[in-house]
């Protein structure tokens, strides 16, 4: 009996050490992941000489919600060249993970008609059908952009 005994805290005691094992390497596996799809991202904000221009232009953040790396930046540069203002991009969490979708969205904050999404949606060649209206007065921006799987295709990343 004394044997029995012995072996079956041998076994839990193996059984622990082997789930704390696999916690631990599950952990350094997540945090490789996030560092590799780090956009390097800080808040930058972009403003104009001229007040009246300013007013004019649309306020965009731009979020990468498909793990690659830089495609948040890229697709910054990109609208920031096309007269956007572009004062927030770097990578979509949801619960302090990095969360990704398959198809880019388009989401206009201040429209319910999704006039300012619609806009940004065809600047960078987003179909009509990904853009929605989501109003949020505590946003500061007019739209936001939520980029898919399917980067490849968007104008500015290809």
Not at 75 to 91: A, H, I
Not at 110 to 137: C, D, F, M, P, Y
Request: hydrophobic share 45%.
């Amino acid at each position: 009996m004394e044997g029995l005994k012995g072996f079956f805290i041998s076994l839990f005691l193996f059984l622990l050490i082997g789930v704390n094992l696999l916690f631990a390497v599950s952990w350094v596996l997540h945090e490789l992941q996030i560092s590799s799809l780090k956009d390097n991202s800080t808040v930058t904000v972009f403003t104009s000489i001229s007040p009246q221009v300013q007013s004019k232009r649309l306020k965009v953040e731009v979020f990468n919600a498909c793990g690659e790396k830089d495609v948040a930046r890229k697709m910054s540069e990109f609208l920031r060249d096309n007269n956007v203002d572009v004062v927030y991009y770097g990578n979509y969490l949801v619960n302090k993970n990095i969360y990704s979708i398959q198809t880019t969205l388009v989401i206009d904050r201040k429209n319910e008609n999704a006039s300012n999404a619609s806009k940004i949606a065809a600047l960078i060649g987003v179909e009509r059908r990904w853009t929605i209206h989501q109003l949020n007065a505590e946003r500061e921006v007019d739209v936001t952009v939520l980029i898919g799987k399917n980067f490849r295709t968007l104008k500015g990343l290809d």
